[in-house]
């Protein structure tokens, strides 16, 4: 009755084996499991992005008819002014939240989006400054009806479509200066 070594081995590697296996069930449960919160935190980001949204677009699709009532009643150029600010707010905090939504989904419709909001932040900054706000309005007051009509379209943030975008950037194109 000796030692058995092949036994002894063979018990070894066998015990060896399963608590490689169990370590590695537990590696994997753990990279799964922090994978499972990264995403529900990112889903998380993305609806309180989509939230954010939602005011600034109703504010910026009701942009036709306070401008055209304003417009209408001939209102002074420091109310004028004081709704366009309104608007450039409105459309900064748009701009900010499509780059978040962009980095966060990689969806190229937030980036359009986002370049749209940026042309209408620049005539809107250039029409706060301008000496005659009524005129340069005026001119503009189609196109920014339309803009207004995409943005009621629209409606809510988890809801533009790439070419509901394209189409903010095709009529951001169009918005004059002078």
């Given at each position: 009755m000796g030692f058995d070594v092949r036994g002894f081995v063979a018990r070894y590697l066998s015990w060896l084996f399963l608590v490689v296996?169990?370590?590695?069930?537990?590696?994997?449960?753990?990279?799964?499991?922090?994978?499972?919160?990264?995403?529900?935190?990112?889903?998380?980001?993305?609806?309180?992005?989509?939230?954010?949204?939602?005011?600034p677009l109703g504010e910026l699709g009701d942009l036709?008819?306070?401008?055209?009532?304003?417009?209408?009643t001939n209102a002074s150029s420091d109310v004028?002014?004081?709704?366009?600010?309104?608007?450039?707010?409105?459309v900064r905090f748009l701009s900010y939240l499509?780059?978040?939504?962009?980095?966060?989904?990689?969806?190229?419709?937030?980036?359009?989006?986002?370049?749209?909001?940026n042309n209408l932040k620049l005539f809107l900054v250039k029409i706060k400054g301008s000496s005659d706000v009524r005129s340069v309005l005026e001119v503009?007051?189609?196109?920014?009806?339309?803009?207004?009509?995409?943005?009621?379209?629209?409606?809510?943030?988890k809801y533009l479509t790439l070419a509901e975008a394209e189409r903010l950037l095709e009529l951001s194109k169009m918005l004059r200066y002078a």
């Open positions: 296996v169990l370590l590695l069930g537990v590696c994997v449960g753990a990279y799964f499991y922090r994978w499972w919160v990264e995403e529900e935190r990112r889903r998380f980001l993305i609806y309180s992005v989509y939230a954010f949204a939602d005011v036709d008819s306070t401008l055209g009532f304003l417009l209408s004028l002014r004081l709704q366009v600010s309104v608007y450039f707010h409105d499509s780059i978040m939504l962009h980095a966060l989904t990689g969806d190229r419709k937030y980036e359009v989006f986002g370049l749209a909001m503009n007051f189609r196109v920014l009806c339309e803009i207004a009509g995409v943005f009621r379209v629209i409606g809510r943030m």
